[in-house]
Nanobody, 122 residues
Framework: QLQLVESGGGSVQPGGSLTLSCTAT????????IGWFRQVPGLDSEAVGC???????QYVDSVKDRFTISRDNAKATVYLQMNSLKSSDTAVYYC????????????????WGQGTQVTVSA
């Protein structure tokens, strides 16, 4: 049974960087696509980016060229490297996983972690 745990959140000034981790337990991560999503209280969650089990990455326009997703299957961990952070990036960040899917955006319908808070503020 897939379980996901996010870590690495915190507070940072605008223009700063953070790296979030999404660690999987209970399964072999190799067969799973992982997506990153974020949510501001009171609003719907929104997609950030995702990585297929084969390593193909996709991003929403608002984070392209600033965020990078990578995976280390040996460590059962997917990373979200966030650079040039803006106040608008403030949210709770979640990762979600789904097995053997061709479109990694469908991880939204998979198993979610508990989230980690990212606050970007001067």
């Amino acid at each position: 049974q897939l379980q996901l745990v996010e870590s690495g959140g915190g507070s940072v000034q605008p223009g700063g960087s953070l790296t979030l981790s999404c660690t999987a337990t209970g399964v072999t991560l190799d067969n799973y696509a992982i997506g990153w999503f974020r949510q501001v209280p009171g609003l719907d969650s929104e997609a950030v980016g995702c990585i297929s089990k084969g390593g193909i990455r996709q991003y929403v326009d608002s984070v392209k060229d600033r965020f990078t997703i990578s995976r280390d299957n040996a460590k059962a961990t997917v990373y979200l490297q966030m650079n040039s952070l803006k106040s608008s990036d403030t949210a709770v960040y979640y990762c979600a996983g789904r097995r053997d899917v061709g479109n990694c955006w469908t991880t939204q319908n998979g198993v979610w972690g508990q989230g980690t808070q990212v606050t970007v503020s001067a």
